[in-house]
């Protein structure tokens, strides 16, 4: 039963949330309003509230009983740069800014669950509420770890949450191990030689190499990796000349790359200034290349995991679990949380209709908050449980 089933006030309070948090949405770094939001409303639950950890990042510290024992509840809070194109009331009111990845429902989510768990305290220990800033791309959840997340607020284990458009509402996604890939980016400037385009013979022309290089690259997972691992290089930018009749000096390509392996990151990274360099000098033009680790790969911690799985099945049912999870070429920063701390990261289904992540139609599903908040709670008050001593 979702703890929303027996409070509709708590129910109305997340939905009035995450639509003012969707409407004003702020994008990494530069949470305020969002954190504010959140700040007071721990507050006013009697919550006591640690602000500024990474910039805009709130950790609120919640206890009960005498116990020593605690976890940490993860939200993320940042916007994306994308103009949306909804039109229901709720849309955003920012130019170029939106929450397209759900952050306004883990956020809205999280908070019900501090707001029940305040009111309830059915629990024995401590429960963290941690808001972080800037997922997206900017590492905010790794800016928190290095800031001193767990040694200022020394947890068991650390659990995050995030939606799923194409799974069923209400249903988690929990595997062990590797859950999310590693994130990586890269940028290649090709230097050739300017021109006319009417005599390309004394140019060196960066567009036609850039051409080669952007077919060269998908051999990289199709030809160098071994076919049972899994790999991806995408080139999503690629940007020469403007205009009709000039070749242009340079070529500049940029993209994205996933693994599971620190050795599979590796390899396509050699092989990615590999080809770059060869296929650059057979043109007689230049390679320079730049390749960025960006989020290491989510690794769902096996004990965790399993302590998440039951709360979902005792919470929902067995099948509140997607009975074969696999894991996602898409990353997070939370990586950097379970890097340091047990824990694990859930997916938990926004519904089978309407957009993807990132998408300027995606919206969060409203339907998921009393999902969400009462995994939260029961994920508090079972691991936290009173009678059990050795739990965490
Ligand atoms: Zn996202
Ligand atoms: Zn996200």
């Not at 708590?10 to 948090?21: D, E, F, P, V």
């Not at 397209?100 to 707001?115: E, F, I, K, R």
């Not at 059915?122 to 509420?129: H, K």
């Not at 980016?185 to 022309?205: L, Q, S, V, Y």
């Amino acid at each position: 039963m979702l703890i929303t089933d027996a409070d509709d006030t708590l129910r109305g309070l997340m939905r009035t949330w995450r639509h003012a948090i969707h409407a004003h949405p702020e994008t990494a770094f530069e949470e305020f309003a969002t954190a504010e939001l959140v700040a007071a409303t721990l507050q006013a639950s009697g919550i006591t509230v640690h602000t500024g950890i990474a910039g805009t990042g709130v950790v609120g510290v919640l206890s009960a009983g005498t116990g020593g024992r605690s976890i940490g509840l993860r939200a993320d809070m940042d916007a994306l740069h994308i103009q949306e194109l909804n039109e229901f009331a709720h849309r955003s009111q920012c130019e170029h800014r939106m929450h397209a990845c759900g952050h306004d429902g883990h956020t809205a989510m999280l908070l019900g669950a501090a707001v029940h768990l305040a009111s309830s305290r059915a629990f024995d220990g401590t429960v963290y509420l941690i808001f972080q800033p800037a997922e997206e791309n900017e590492g905010g959840g790794r800016r928190m770890v290095e800031e001193g997340l767990f040694e200022r607020f020394p947890m068991d284990a650390v659990y995050g949450l995030h939606n799923l458009p194409g799974l069923p509402v209400g249903q988690f996604s929990l595997s062990p191990g590797p859950a999310l890939a590693s994130f990586d980016t890269f940028e290649i400037k090709i230097r050739g030689k300017g021109g006319h385009a009417a005599m390309p013979h004394r140019a060196i022309d960066p567009i036609v190499i850039a051409s080669q290089l952007i077919g060269a690259l998908q051999t990289v997972v199709s030809r160098k990796l071994d076919p049972l691992e899994a790999g991806v290089v995408s080139v999503t930018s690629v940007h020469a000349g403007d205009t009709w009749n000039v070749i242009p000096d340079e070529a500049v390509l940029r993209g994205s790359v996933r693994a599971f392996s620190d050795d599979v990151q590796r390899l396509i990274e050699e092989s990615i200034r590999s080809l770059a360099a060869g296929i650059c000098a057979t043109f007689g033009a230049t390679a320079e290349v730049t390749y960025e680790y960006r989020y290491p790969k989510t690794f769902n911690w096996p004990e965790q995991t399993e302590l998440a799985r039951n709360v979902v099945t005792e919470a929902f049912g067995a099948d509140g679990l997607l009975a074969a999870p696999r894991p996602l070429m898409a990353s997070e920063d939370f990586s950097y949380m379970l890097r340091d701390k047990a824990g694990c990261f859930a997916l938990l289904g926004n519904g089978l209709i309407g957009s993807g992540l990132h998408h300027p139609r995606y919206d969060f599903n409203d339907e998921l908050l009393g999902w969400g908040a009462t995994y939260w709670v029961r994920l508090g008050e079972s691991l936290l449980s009173p009678s059990a001593s050795d739990h965490r």
